[in-house]
């Protein structure tokens, strides 16, 4: 299987005045792709848009407003109709807003109080009784800021002027804050000074002052946020109370909210659909082929007709290809992560998922082998995953498993590798460098060759007969691959001859991957198969050859860093025990600890990446094209 899920296209009709239903009971509870209708399917006359405003844009306003104040409440079973959930929440904006006179007073006060608290807030470190400002006769005062630069030009021209006294309160980058006092003779010209200083004016002392507000800064900002608390009191009080003159509980208020947003959503729907002439709604869409098989059995009883004709390749009435939707096991849906990271398959074309869960968690294993740091990375990513739901911590949980899997197997545990703690059930790699080599290229050629068998099986699937008999991935590339290395062993480990017969029979399938284009246009029936003239096509030929012949050695090699890294590791290590060795024999344990976090952390990253870059570049580059479109219901909208 290729655990891709069949789609198939439908097409939803039935009475306009039946529309809603057909919302509500279906469309909102099956998994369908919606596509605009009278795009679609603009060859049909008689088709167009279902038009209208939105009819619950005002309720849908109010009932955000009102889940806003009402917060978390119960759910209840009672299931209000539309014209009970919008009756509901217009009656209770209808009592919200008609607040008495003193909430709304309340209000407005607490805000004025915070607004000269904001203000006031820059001038606390003077020690002014600002009620008393006003009553001066003779001096005049302004509070207010201005840059620094002017600030600078104030000190050095007029800071020693008898007729102006500044006094500093706050200052930060960009601004000095502050007050200034001059003779009421000189208030006019002092004021243009400052002006031209670029002072802006504060207004303090007459913005917000009454009989009981009286001394400096830092005092009536502690009076007033006395008061704010009162007020708040207050208002929280009239607030609370609000809800008694409306009917029912708080909970059935929030029902009837969700209610109109639902019946919003239901019926911006409707932008996906068309009428036809004779009265009826049409949707068109992609949805699963059980969920499509099972709306035209219940749809049709209730009065509409679902048609899901379509669904494979060359059967639609568009060219558009059908979404693509996943359906893999759970541990091997985590490895979706990375397959849509390179692009979700094309409908019809093979999930690589399983198969990069597979090969990524052995590759990871096998580079990894270590039984403690293993099991460290397990279950950090089982917590990261449980708690934060990260489909990446769930992949180093899987592949932590692994590590500890090859740890046995290498004897490995926190880079340890001593048969009186752990014997090694198959090898150590730091102690078989050839055999553990050796045993990476053979891993990644059965890997090369499951990817061309998966190539192989996207052709026939596609009818794709070029890609499948001469493509480098296909019969004939497997064929050129399997001969080499056959004969390699032939001739590294067993001394053999090779023959003329035993050479030509190997190039022979590497001749119909290099002739592949024009042999393919011939079989199709092409008058001509060679672009551009015969120099120039053999040339190019040549230059594709060479590159396919370095893409089969370096893919082959590439593999052997699966082995290196199982080396290195139990060298680092060696290199961490023989640091926290001491001279006595002893060792000491935060050497051990840290070194251990430092490799883990360092190792597992670049193993982590190096097992990526072999899936990507060495398996999905033979059989997998990506560039599926993600299938998105509108439910989940």
């Known amino acids: 299987d290729s655990l891709v899920e069949k789609m198939k296209y439908v097409s939803i009709t039935g009475p306009v005045d039946r529309i809603n239903q057909m919302i509500e009971k279906y469309i909102s ?7 605009y209708t009278a795009k679609q399917l603009k060859s049909d006359e008689g088709l167009s848009p279902f038009t209208g405003a939105n009819p619950y844009v005002e309720a849908l306003h109010k009932s955000e407003r009102f889940l806003n104040l009402l917060g978390s409440q119960p759910e209840i079973g009672r299931v209000f109709s539309g014209d009970e959930a919008v009756a509901r929440v217009d009656e209770a904006y209808r009592v919200y807003e008609s607040r008495d006179v003193t909430l709304k007073q309340l209000e407005q006060r607490r805000d004025e109080i915070r607004q000269y608290i904001e203000r006031l807030n820059f ?58 006092f001059t003779p009421v ?27 009981q507000l009286k001394g400096t800064p830092a005092k009536i900002i502690l009076q007033l946020r006395i ?100 359906k893999n096991p759970p541990v091997i849906r985590l490895f979706e992560f990375f397959t849509k ?28 082998g270590d039984v403690g740091q293993g099991f460290v990375l397990a279950l950090l ?17 899987v592949a932590g498993v692994s590590g500890m899997f090859f740890g046995l197997m290498y004897g490995s545990v926190f880079g340890f590798e001593d048969d009186a703690i752990l014997p090694a059930l198959w090898r150590r ?3 078989d460098i050839n055999g553990t080599l050796i045993f990476a290229v053979g891993v990644g050629v059965s890997i090369v060759f499951l990817s061309m068998l998966f190539n192989i099986v996207n052709s026939i699937r596609q009818k794709n007969w070029g890609s499948l008999l001469f493509s480098p991935n296909g019969l004939a590339g497997m064929a050129f691959y399997g001969l080499v290395l056959f004969n390699a062993v032939r001739v590294l480990l067993y001394a053999y001859t090779l023959t003329g017969f035993d050479i030509a029979l190997v190039f022979l399938p590497l001749f119909f991957v290099a002739f592949r284009e024009p042999i393919t246009k011939r079989l199709e029936g092409h008058r001509k198969v060679v672009e551009g003239g015969i120099g120039m096509f053999l040339f190019s ?35 961490v025990l023989l640091l926290s060795s001491s001279a006595a024999g002893t060792r000491n344990p935060i050497v051990i600890i840290v070194g251990n976090i430092v490799v883990m952390g360092i190792e597992g990253l670049l193993v982590g990446i190096q097992v990526l870059r072999l899936d990507f570049y060495e398996v999905f580059s033979r059989f997998y094209n990506g560039g599926g479109q993600v299938f998105e219901p509108y439910k989940a909208k």
């Open 29 to 35: 509870r099956y998994d369908i792709q919606l596509e």
């Open 123 to 180: 001038f606390t470190a003077l020690d002014v009784e600002l009620d008393l400002l006003d009553s001066f006769r003779h001096i005049a005062h302004s509070f207010g800021r201005m840059p620094v630069s002017n600030y600078h030009q104030f000190e050095k021209f007029l800071y020693d002027d008898s007729e102006i006294i500044f006094l500093q309160s706050h200052s930060d980058h960009d601004y000095i804050w502050g007050v200034y």
């Open 185 to 211: 003779s000189m208030r006019d010209k002092v004021n243009s000074i400052f002006s031209s200083l670029h002072f802006e004016r504060i207004p303090v002392t007459s913005f917000f002052m009454d009989e």
């Open 227 to 326: 008061s704010l608390i009162d007020i708040n009191d207050a208002i929280k009080e009239l607030t609370d109370n609000i809800w008694e003159g409306v009917p029912g509980t708080n909970a059935e208020l929030a029902a009837a909210c969700k209610r109109v947003g639902e019946l919003y959503s239901a019926f911006d729907v409707r932008k996906y659909a068309a009428v036809t002439e004779h009265g009826e709604y049409v949707f068109v869409g992609w949805t699963s082929e059980k969920d499509a098989t099972e709306m035209e059995i219940n749809a049709n009883k209730d009065g509409h007709k679902v048609f899901a004709r379509y669904g494979e390749t060359g059967e639609r009435p568009f060219s558009d290809m059908p979404p693509t939707r996943l």
């Open 341 to 368: 990271m390179y692009g979700l398959p094309v409908y019809g074309e093979i999930d690589p998922t399983p198969m990069m869960a597979v090969t990524y968690t052995l590759l990871f294993g096998l580079m990894f």
């Open 381 to 397: 990513g089982f917590l990261l995953y449980r708690s934060k739901k990260m489909e990446l911590a769930g992949i180093i949980s």
């Open 429 to 431: 790699p730091s102690h």
């Open 541 to 575: 030929t040549i230059l594709e050859l060479v590159e396919v012949l370095l893409t089969y050695a370096t893919n082959t090699i590439s593999f052997v860093r699966v082995g290196a890294f199982a080396i290195s590791h139990a060298g680092i290590m060696s290199v």
